[in-house]
């Protein structure tokens, strides 16, 4: 059974950079895709971004940039950066694995995700 | 980016009876050399990540009951709940994976009339 697990600190400064890790168990990072989708509360589904197997990265546009993400294949872990937070990055952040191609996945297995909150 | 837009936002369908999403995309999301469909869909809980429930617009996956189906071709799709039962309460969400952006459209509350 693959699972998958967001760790990160619950609230972050404006201006700082959000730092999440996602543990993964039962399927190795290096194969498929590794995604993060965000939510703002209340609000509908997000794609932030993916990084393959190989390393291959990509992110969505909306985002400019702000967006690093690696493996670490060691602990089956992959990871994400989120630079220049602004309040209206607030969301819960998923991990989740990607199906597919480069040029779109569907999402077949999802963390639990995590509740950023961003606020001096 | 191919904008998703799904409707109604809500509905109540009564319990046994038939409940019927539209997701409607900017652009087609059919693969001419494969004749696929790049369209999911998922049911999201209260509380809960989203789940998978159907891909290339109307295989189901494994485990999903049959009262849950997905039609449409090219730009416009439907997800059926036949038979609503009180577990299928929740948000459903459509999907484009034709191109990268992905994206998803706003979400269609389900409730218990």
């Known amino acids: 059974q693959v699972q998958l697990q967001e760790s990160g600190p619950g609230l972050v400064k404006p201006s700082e950079t959000l730092s999440l890790t996602c543990s993964v168990s039962?399927?190795?990072?290096?194969?498929?895709?590794w995604n993060w989708i965000r939510q703002p509360p209340g609000k509908g589904l997000e794609w932030i971004g993916f990084i393959s197997h190989s390393g291959i990265m990509k992110s969505n546009p909306s985002l400019r940039g702000r967006v690093t993400m690696s493996l670490d294949t060691s602990k089956n872990q992959f990871s994400l950066n989120l630079s220049s937070i602004t309040a209206a990055d607030t969301a819960m952040y998923y991990c989740?694995?990607?199906?597919?191609?480069?040029?779109?996945?569907?999402?077949?297995?999802w963390g639990q995700g995590i509740l950023i909150f961003v606020s001096s | 980016d191919i904008v998703m837009t799904q409707s109604p936002d809500s509905l109540a369908v009564s319990l046994g009876e038939r409940a019927t999403i539209n997701c409607k995309s900017s652009q087609s999301v059919l693969y001419s050399f494969n004749n696929k469909n790049y369209l999911a869909w998922y049911q999201q809980k209260p509380g809960q990540p989203p789940k998978l429930l159907i891909h290339w617009a109307s295989t189901r996956e494994y485990g999903i009951p049959d009262r849950f189906s997905g039609s449409g071709s090219g730009t416009d799709f439907t997800l059926t709940i036949s038979n609503l039962q009180a577990e299928d309460v929740a948000v459903y969400y459509c999907?484009?994976?034709?191109?990268?952006?992905?994206?998803f459209g706003g979400g269609t509350t389900v409730e218990i009339k």
């Open positions: 039962g399927a190795s990072i290096n194969s498929d895709y």
């Open positions: 989740a694995r990607g199906s597919g191609y480069s040029y779109g996945q569907i999402f077949d297995y």
């Open positions: 999907q484009q994976y034709f191109t990268t952006p992905v994206t």
